[in-house]
């Protein structure tokens, strides 16, 4: 998702409403299918969407894996590999 931007769905999804309204309407482009695709990486904004369970925010697992979208080079998807680099650190560190 980081390198290409796009969309993720399970291949379970039934989608309720056209997928490509949604990522117009937040400036996500999937090659040859919107119009305002952005050549000039700067002017683009980083926009990710997320698929959501239920509308109860308290409920652990409401934001699943199951459906994502999200711009080319989005911030967000390095977060698990930063996460990961940042305990190791700590691991090697205690470990000294």
């Known amino acids: ?5 796009g969309i993720y769905a399970d291949l379970d999804t039934e989608c309720l409403r056209p ?5 117009r ?7 040859g299918k919107l119009e305002n695709e952005f050549t000039d990486e700067s002017s683009m904004s980083h926009v990710a969407m997320f698929g959501r369970m239920g509308s109860e925010q308290t409920f652990d ?5 199951a ?3 999200a ?3 989005h911030p967000f998807f390095l977060l698990p ?3 990961s ?7 090697i560190s205690q470990e000294k």
């Open 19 to 23: 997928t490509f309204d949604a990522l």
């Open 1 to 5: 998702m980081y390198m290409f931007g």
């Open 71 to 73: 711009s080319i080079r």
């Open 81 to 83: 590999g930063k996460g």
């Open 61 to 65: 697992h409401h934001l699943p894996n």
């Open 67 to 69: 459906w994502m979208a």
């Open 25 to 31: 309407s937040n400036n996500i482009s999937l090659p």
């Open 85 to 91: 680099d940042d305990e190791n650190i700590d691991r």
